[in-house]
């Protein structure tokens, strides 16, 4: 029996640990969270996604002895070092758990799109958005539909700043059409040049440039290019950035680097889920999840 660590308890780590304890391996489970989910708990709203599945996947863990779970965990450098020492292989699935803001200090009205998923699903803090009258949601994926879907909720007009057409965003499409039902607007072929403040470093709105579509780029989608000389003013007083998330590694190990088939540049420490794929779906999560735990057992059985 070996002993594996998994950081993180969204559905790659999760999973894995899962497969994992099949073979009869010990795996604890750390995640700083109070609950199993990862993302999905902390980020997917309960009216677009019901968490019962996740009290199921929870009872099956909690009932099996090879598995531990260690909530409200943090880990850090020292923990991970401390991981590594007593552990024959760690596997990071943490997630893309850093948030792109594109040089904007966040506050007074700027926010990033995860963090208001957070506030609102597992803080439940609606007061604190409340008190703003026109949102701006920049971004075209899931998260940006979820960020407007939910302040829709709470607020009167709200508006998703795209840089594409509809037809390159990213969201699923059910997702945009149910955002239009809510009425939550859509401004596209827009993007946010800069955010702008009053004296007392409040948002007041959002330099907007308008855009138009060339070539496919490396995504496959037409490439956004600003039109000269478009600028225009669009008042607002809370922007909610969903405008894509990347992975730290250097939070666990300053030399730690993403490798090949889920392995990292470290002996015994591996990489699933999201923080490996970059943001994808809960279904490539649970693939990752098996895949990287079948690259642990052969590490096992070299």
């Given at each position: 029996?070996?002993?594996?660590?998994?950081?993180?308890?969204?559905?790659?780590?999760?999973?894995?640990?899962?497969?994992?304890?099949?073979?009869?391996?010990?795996?604890?489970?750390?995640?700083?969270?109070?609950?199993?989910?990862?993302?999905?708990?902390?980020?997917?709203?309960?009216?677009?996604?019901?968490?019962?599945?996740?009290?199921?996947?929870?009872?099956?863990?909690?009932?099996?002895?090879?598995?531990?779970?260690?909530?409200?965990?943090?880990?850090?450098?020292?923990?991970?070092?401390?991981?590594?020492?007593?552990?024959?292989?760690?596997?990071?699935?943490?997630?893309?758990?850093?948030?792109?803001?594109?040089?904007?200090?966040?506050?007074?009205?700027?926010?990033?799109?995860?963090?208001?998923?957070?506030?609102?699903?597992?803080?439940?803090?609606?007061?604190?958005?409340?008190?703003?009258?026109?949102?701006?949601?920049?971004?075209?994926?899931?998260?940006?539909?979820?960020?407007?879907?939910?302040?829709?909720?709470?607020?009167?007009?709200?508006?998703?700043?795209?840089?594409?057409?509809?037809?390159?965003?990213?969201?699923?499409?059910?997702?945009?059409?149910?955002?239009?039902?809510?009425?939550?607007?859509?401004?596209?072929?827009?993007?946010?040049?800069?955010?702008?403040?009053?004296?007392?470093?409040?948002?007041?709105?959002?330099?907007?440039?308008?855009?138009?579509?060339?070539?496919?780029?490396?995504?496959?989608?037409?490439s956004p290019h600003p039109v000269e000389g478009s600028e225009y003013f669009?008042?607002?007083?809370?922007?909610?950035?969903?405008?894509?998330?990347?992975?730290?590694?250097?939070?666990?190990?300053?030399?730690?680097?993403?490798?090949?088939?889920?392995?990292?540049?470290?002996?015994?420490?591996?990489?699933?889920?999201?923080?490996?794929?970059?943001?994808?779906?809960?279904?490539?999560?649970?693939?990752?999840?098996?895949?990287?735990?079948?690259?642990?057992?052969?590490?096992?059985?070299?």
């Open positions: 029996m070996k002993k594996i660590a998994v950081i993180g308890a969204g559905p790659a780590g999760y999973t894995a640990a899962q497969e994992l304890s099949k073979d009869g391996h010990a795996v604890t489970i750390f995640d700083k969270e109070t609950a199993l989910g990862g993302a999905i708990y902390t980020g997917i709203p309960e009216y677009r996604m019901s968490k019962v599945f996740l009290d199921k996947v929870l009872q099956g863990l909690t009932a099996d002895p090879n598995v531990t779970l260690q909530f409200n965990t943090l880990i850090d450098q020292a923990a991970f070092a401390k991981l590594r020492a007593e552990y024959d292989a760690v596997l990071l699935a943490p997630g893309a758990q850093v948030e792109n803001t594109f040089g904007f200090e966040t506050g007074k009205g700027i926010v990033a799109g995860l963090t208001l998923l957070y506030d609102l699903n597992i803080k439940k803090n609606h007061d604190a958005y409340k008190k703003y009258k026109k949102a701006l949601v920049w971004g075209g994926g899931n998260v940006a539909m979820d960020c407007a879907r939910s302040l829709i909720r709470i607020l009167d007009d709200v508006t998703v700043i795209y840089r594409r057409s509809e037809e390159e965003i990213t969201a699923n499409k059910s997702e945009i059409r149910d955002a239009k039902k809510e009425g939550v607007k859509f401004d596209l072929l827009r993007n946010i040049k800069d955010i702008k403040h009053d004296d007392q470093g409040n948002v007041t709105g959002a330099e907007i440039l308008k855009m138009e579509l060339g070539e496919p780029d490396e995504s496959g989608r037409r669009l008042p607002a007083d809370l922007v909610a950035m969903a405008i894509g998330q990347k992975v730290d590694l250097k939070v666990f190990d300053e030399n730690l680097e993403s490798g090949e088939n889920h392995h990292t540049n470290e002996d015994r420490v591996f990489i699933a889920g999201d923080a490996y794929t970059g943001p994808k779906t809960i279904g490539s999560a649970l693939i990752e999840g098996r895949a990287v735990a079948k690259e642990i057992l052969a590490d096992f059985n070299k």
